[in-house]
């Protein structure tokens, strides 16, 4: 075979790979031919310029696709209610049943309810909120105790021309409910304590945050990028299960970009330690609660952020002599003041992925709770 034989027969080869990889086989395959099947081949001058040319072009005018680019298509309706001082973000699914407000915890924001919400509007009208300072909800002061949240969800009900409701919160949400639920008991119908039978002013959880040896907040490093805060995020909370689409909106949804590509949380960390800080000053009073209640708890309450040895033995050991503990305090308490409660376990999942790796399990006992006469 001829030096120019092997160059076509090589050059036929790259064409196609790049043609592949850019999406135009035809227009590039044809303009290559055209040149190699000229009587002196590529040895011209001018059609190895205009080979080179074809090449740069294409390569630059088709960039890499960007990563972590999970589309779904939504099947809500997403709206803001504007009141005083507050421009509160909610996304409605909809649905004929009885109306079901979901809570999310300290950080999230109502797009981590997607899969929950889905599942359950056939029997329910389903709508999710975002608390003031996360996701797209906006205030203008900075206040976090129990009394002006639970009066922010009355803004929704009252927005929604929503009577009275079933309420879930998941996490610190569960505070947020107890105290509607107090205030507001003709609002109430039911309440659903999701991983949120804690109550968070208890030592227990002080001394928890004062051990874990990774913070529960990001540093500089993790801002660095969406990326970088990306495998943050996916590592400390939900290191046990795969990345997402659910996932991926709820850490768009509770982020900022800046000019430089840092990442800036929302809530930012001084809100949310404020809010970290009102929640561990809220002890809950059940015994003030007339609504029937439903407590789903885990049986684990952290995953290890990495392999290490000596990290997955310390998380062992704070399950076992510290949240152990605090779990069973808690249901015991739970049990005992509240007058109408079902305690329920997820087989599968921490503090946060049960919503995923026991998502069967939790729809099952959400619809049988709330169907119940």
Known sequence: MSKEEVGFSLIQIFSYWLSNIFHHQMFFQDAVYSIMRREKHYRSLIDKIVLTGLLILLISSNPAPKKHKMESIPIYKEGFIDADKLKFHYLDWGGSGPPLILLHGLGDS?????????????????????????????????????????????????SMSIEKANLLGWSMGGSEITEFAIRYPERTDKLIYLEAGYDLSDE?????????????????????????????????WFGDIEWNHILESNLVASTSINSDGSVMTRP?????????????????????????????????????????KVTIDFYDTLEKNVIDPWRQHSINRIKSELRNVQVKFMPAGTHVSFIFLSKDSLIESINSFLLQD
């Open 268 to 308: 930012n960390d001084r809100i949310s330690k404020s809010f970290l800080e009102s929640i561990m000053s809220y002890h809950r009073d059940y015994k003030k609660i007339q609504a029937p209640a439903l407590a789903i708890f885990t049986n684990t309450f952290f995953y290890p952020p990495n392999d290490e």
């Open 204 to 236: 227990a959880f002080r001394t928890i945050l004062k051990n874990i040896p990774v913070s529960p907040f990001p540093d500089k490093v993790d801002l660095y990028s969406l990326d970088a805060y990306r495998s943050w995020y996916h590592k400390f």
């Open 110 to 158: 109502p797009y981590i309810f997607e899969g929950i919400a889905e599942s359950l509007q056939n029997n329910f009208r389903i709508i999710a909120c975002s608390k003031r300072w996360h996701g797209k909800s906006e205030a203008v002061d900075s206040i976090f105790d129990m009394e002006t949240l639970a009066g922010d969800l009355k803004i929704l009900l009252d």
